[in-house]
């Protein structure tokens, strides 16, 4: 019995009659059919709506400043704009307007110009319009007249500017005022008629503006020789340049070297206050009249900083022939090293600062810059959901702490710390005693301002003393910092706390910090478009930021989310049945479905609706009907609450996850079931054939669209009338290509689909699978929302003492 015949030609010893062969061959088939339980298709899907989604921020019309919309030059990033837990924003031009006007100056000791803000038709009914002798720019906002009165009448008496001394710092002041810049003109015929300048810096704008309104007016440059007309003496003065040393973030000045008509060489200096007075000339300390200037001058800027007004100081020097000459060659031979770049740099920083030396002060002004629209609101409803908001400026401290309370990072009720020490253990005894009042106090907020000679010292000796501090605060501010310090500040948080990061500003030196963040949003401001160009997002203003995280970055992760997690959902559910078939059928690899519909399952029965659900769904719309474009504020903006929520409980995690994963795994059980339990006991059609594995097959199928489909709906907050009839149309699809398939012989549906549409047993079934998983996700969906809906309530009517008594 047990030989086999000889007839039969088989080879006991072939691989193919192996039994253990045939198990690891037809497990492995088997195995090979659970690959789609890892859905490829979801990134096909995921990358389409994404696309999309960045789309309809570009189309939006909320976005809109000038006639410009946003920009999105990175469409992955989307439903990071939900999920944002530091934002680093750039302080002028970001939160300012960068619209520059000039305010005061104070030349030796004596301040010209009203800081303080007046009421226009104060202002003007001050003193006739025709009286004031001057046409006051748009980039100056100078009130006080007696400089130009001063002027007139020092001009009627020495009648020409080459009557005054190198002494005279009013009339030098406005000559460095109106040459050390790099603006350029055209000239004109007319010098008495307007000129238009144009400026890479709103702050040259200003103070050549403010000149020119002096009656110093900057004509133009021409064969390499500037010219300045002098409005009083209706004279042109005319100056060669010899060397311009331009103003770079970590120089923080700008020099440049004139000689006269006269043969005289002089250099004009501007920059930050910090870096001027570090360079002006010694003089004898028995010397009260410089001493008494530098006192006032350094008054003046900290009470112009106090109100956050932006602060220049003015020097100058006088250079001999040979000193220049000099400077000279060593300067073009350090200029000629090709092959270091690093000693090039160092060498041309050394001579840069060896003729910018023993400077005479000449003045020091101020600037006024606006906040942009909204700042301080958007500001704050950012920290109410709980993102940290740094401010990473180049100004000084006591300006960007008058800023900090002027769009609400600082207030008077969240304790301040300043970190403004020069030396190591100055620095060290201050972070001790934020950290003694963080351990006191651990519950109490607390804002940190910090300086950028500070920030040095802190990254190379107390960096981790300093983040724990830091990332212990709600605001924080550091100032005077470079554009590679502001890099590193991001970089650091971004290592240290693992969230996800933003930065945000307009200029050129924010594009390291832009770029090392996760997402980064430029503004297309008045400095170029550096940033916008660098960036994953390009708005017009800051303001803008609110609803790109409220609302854009909000609806894109809940959805995308979503997605993610139905389609691990969709694939285990239609995938399921393939695993546990094989252990009835031995792992013998047998398909389930009909291959060829199995392999558009996805694409044309099952992916539009829910792309259309991650495009247009809103969890509180502004229309009853479906809008490709947005043209009205959504209330997500206003509810930085619910922002919050998916900070401190995301939507997709591991949890959810498996949750998703096991619950179609344990609804394709029941498919499974009920199909088989349906087809196989008894003989179902009605002219009395057999059913097959096949028709269980497509029944589980069937089941698995009509599912997927509706609990697509489920998902909507918004089931506008075309989504309804796009997924009752991808339903429709699948039975038309089934009903297509099972005309031809070559396919494996081939005549299933009239008997099972006429076996009564494959509706019960139907009915039966769809009841049993539709009435679970129905069930669990209600119950969540009523547990939502009962925490809002809860929010929003907290119990009384009697009630918590009781």
Avoid at 368 to 397: F, R
Wanted: aromatic share 12%; net charge negative; hydrophobic share 40%.
């Amino acid at each position: 019995m047990n030989e086999l015949q000889s007839y039969l030609n088989i080879d006991q010893n072939a691989p193919e009659n192996n039994s253990f062969y045939n198990f690891i061959l037809r497990f492995a088939m088997w195995f090979l059919l659970l690959g789609n339980s890892v859905p490829i298709s979801l990134l096909v899907t995921l990358e389409t709506v994404k696309f999309f989604q960045a789309q309809m921020i570009q189309w939006d019309k909320n976005y809109l400043t000038f006639d410009r919309t946003a920009a999105v030059h990175s469409s992955n990033l989307s439903e990071e704009l939900g999920v944002i837990e530091y934002i680093f924003s750039d302080k002028t031009g970001t939160l300012t307007q960068n619209i520059m006007k000039f305010k005061s100056i104070i030349i030796d000791d004596i301040v010209y110009g009203d800081i303080e803000e007046q009421p226009q038709q104060e202002i003007i009914d001050e003193k006739p319009f025709k009286e004031k002798q001057r046409i006051v720019s748009q980039n100056v906002d100078f009130t006080d007249d007696t400089l130009y009165s001063e002027l007139v009448s020092e001009f009627m008496n020495k009648k020409s500017a080459k009557n005054f001394s190198n002494n005279d710092h009013v009339f030098l002041t406005l000559l460095c005022l109106s040459l050390c810049h790099t603006i350029q003109t055209e000239l004109v015929e007319n010098i008495e008629s307007e000129i238009q300048y144009n400026a890479s810096s709103p702050d040259e704008l200003a103070l050549v503006s403010f000149a020119a309104d002096m009656g110093f007016k900057y004509i133009g440059k021409e064969d390499n020789v500037m010219k300045v007309y002098i409005k009083h003496s209706k004279e042109t003065l005319k100056f060669q340049i010899q060397q311009i040393i331009e103003f770079n973030s970590t120089r923080k000045r700008m020099s440049i070297v004139l000689k006269d008509q006269n043969g005289r060489l002089t250099l004009f200096c501007k920059g930050a206050d910090n870096v001027i007075l570090s360079m002006l000339q010694d003089f004898d300390e028995n010397d009260s009249i410089q001493k008494n200037i530098l006192f006032e001058i350094k008054k003046q800027l900290q009470e112009y900083a106090t109100i956050g007004l932006r602060t220049l100081v003015l020097g100058y020097k006088e250079l001999e022939q040979k000193e220049y000459e000099k400077f000279l060659s060593e300067y073009n031979r350090a200029q000629a090293i090709l092959d270091d770049d690093q000693l090039r740099e160092s060498l041309m920083n050394q001579l840069e600062e060896m003729i910018e030396n023993n400077l005479q002060l000449l003045c020091a002004t101020a600037i006024e810059d606006k906040l942009q629209d909204k700042v301080g609101e958007v500001i704050a409803d950012l920290k109410s959901a709980g993102i940290n908001v740094w401010v990473l400026t180049g100004d000084k401290i006591e300006t960007a702490i008058n800023i900090g309370f002027s769009c609400k990072l600082l207030t008077d009720q969240v304790k301040r710390f300043i970190i403004d020490g020069d030396v190591e253990g100055q620095v060290e005894r201050q972070l001790a005693k934020v950290t003694n009042y963080i351990n006191d106090h651990p519950d109490e907020p607390l804002s940190l301002i910090v300086s950028g000679v500070a920030l040095v010292i802190i990254i190379h000796n107390f960096k981790e003393v300093f983040f724990k501090v830091a990332l212990k605060a709600n605001a924080v501010m550091a100032c005077r910092v470079s554009p590679k310090q502001k890099q590193e500040i991001v970089n650091l948080v971004r290592r240290l706390t693992g969230k996800i990061t933003l930065a945000i500003g307009d200029g050129a030196n924010d594009v390291a910090m832009i770029t090392q963040a996760h997402v980064g949003i430029g503004i297309r401001g008045l400095e170029g478009q550096q940033a916008a160009k660098a960036s994953d997002y390009a708005i017009g203003e800051f303001k803008h930021l609110r609803r790109l995280l409220f609302y854009s970055g909000h609806e894109s992760y809940r959805k995308n989310s979503n997605l993610i997690l139905f389609n691990f959902y969709k694939n285990q559910l239609y995938i399921g049945a393939f695993f546990f078939f094989g252990f009835s059928n031995g792992f013998s690899g047998q398909n389930l479905y009909d291959q060829w519909l199995s392999q558009i399952f996805n694409v044309f029965f099952t992916s539009l609706p829910i792309i259309l659900y991650a495009l247009f769904d809103e969890k509180y719309p502004n229309s009853n009907y479906m809008q490709l474009v947005q043209d009205k504020a959504n209330f997500l903006e206003s509810r930085p609450d619910i922002y919050r929520e998916y900070l401190t409980k995301p939507i997709f995690n591991l949890v959810s996850f498996w949750q998703q994963f096991l619950w179609g795994l344990l609804q394709a059980i029941l498919l499974m079931v009920i199909s088989f339990y349906a087809f196989e006991p008894i003989s179902p059609h009605i002219h009395g054939q057999n059913s097959t594995y096949l028709e269980a097959g497509m029944t589980i199928m069937s089941a698995v669209v009509f599912i997927v489909n509706f609990k697509v709906l489920l998902l909507h907050n918004t089931n506008y009338p075309i989504i309804v009839y796009i997924n009752i149309g991808s339903t429709t699809c699948f039975i038309l290509f089934f009903l297509l398939f099972s005309q031809y012989p070559f396919f494996e549906s081939f005549d299933l689909f009239q008997r099972l549409y006429e076996c009564f047993n494959y509706y019960l079934a139907m009915i039966l699978m769809l009841t049993v998983t539709n009435f679970f996700d129905l069930g669990r969906q209600r119950y969540n929302y009523f547990v939502e809906q009962y925490r809002e309530y809860q929010q929003h009517n907290p119990p009384n003492q009697l009630e918590i008594e009781m």
